[in-house]
């Protein structure tokens, strides 16, 4: 048994590029690393494809140096020594999977990209780590990749896969012992989470495009009603909030979106969402009926 499955709770997450873990899960996954638990990260790709926004980077943009993959990969480091996470992986290893770029674009024509990849293969890929880290839990996104993105799509399929094959004793038994994850959660951003923070940063006397957009309009917005978990991790918060930071090549917390974290705090990013997908809701609820703990029940 590895020290990884040793640990009496194990959270395994697969995401698509380095900042998405941050994004949507970084408060839980530093609130369950102090809290003893085994916490695992796989992203899919290096983000090769990824908007720079810093000037000093922008010579690593894929129609020039092509460099940022290797530069995310030092900042998602950073990230997760800020939330505290030691056992962060590429799928397969790092750059089997590239970038596939925004839905859409030729870079969705590539053959090494993440989107094109063999189902079957990056599950297999997976399925490598599901048994060597035996999770009781496992986070990945919804079936639409959260807004639509190639690679957050494809994690999904590969995670979904994954899964099953994992459990089954007569796929690959050279990958290890069987192992069935007993719940399995899709991120979530509930809309009357969006429409508050909007609302707040108005009040803060924000007038942005994007406090002119409606929470309804906005393709990562998840109805509230799909949502079965909330994790109070607001204690949390500055490690999520340094993890952000890492990620500068990507994420500007002055404006846009990502203002919510910075002006409006645990209102709006203390709080993380999640849809049970696989597994029963148990333990203690909140006032709206969502359960608390990912790990409740297992």
Request: with cysteine.
């Amino acid at each position: 048994m590895t020290d990884a499955a040793a640990a009496a709770r194990r959270l395994l997450l697969v995401h698509a590029h380095p900042d998405d873990e941050t994004i949507n899960n970084g408060a839980s996954m530093a609130k369950y690393v102090d809290e003893g638990a085994h916490v695992t990260l796989v992203t899919c790709t290096l983000g090769e494809e990824g908007e720079i926004l810093v000037d000093e980077h922008a010579h690593r943009a894929a129609d020039r140096d092509d460099t940022l993959g290797e530069h995310r990969a030092i900042e998602l480091a950073e990230a997760m020594a800020a939330l505290g996470v030691v056992d962060h992986r590429q799928l397969g290893h790092p750059g089997k999977y590239r970038d596939s770029g925004m839905m859409g674009t030729p870079d969705n024509d590539d053959p090494a990209c993440f989107w094109r990849a063999d189902l079957l293969a990056a599950a297999t890929d997976l399925v490598a780590v599901i048994r060597e880290v035996r999770p009781q839990v496992l986070v990945t996104y919804d079936d639409f990749g959260g807004y639509g993105h190639p690679d957050h799509i494809q994690a999904h399929r590969a995670a979904t896969y994954a899964v099953a094959l994992a459990a089954a004793p007569g796929f690959k038994p050279e990958l290890g012992e069987a192992w069935d994850v007993a719940k399995v959660y899709w991120t979530a951003f509930p809309k009357s989470v969006m429409r508050a923070g909007i609302q707040a940063l108005k009040d803060l006397g924000e007038e942005s495009e994007f406090t002119a957009m409606d929470p309804d309009d906005l393709p990562f917005g998840c109805d509230d009603a799909l949502v079965t978990t909330a994790v109070d991790a607001a204690a949390w918060l500055d490690r999520k909030m340094a993890a952000m930071a890492a990620h500068k090549t990507q994420i500007s917390l002055e404006d846009g979106f990502f203002a919510l974290s910075n002006k409006v705090g645990s209102q709006a990013f203390g709080h993380e969402y999640y849809r049970l997908v696989k597994g029963a809701p148990a333990g203690p609820r909140d006032a709206e009926g969502r359960e608390t703990d990912l790990f409740a029940g297992v």
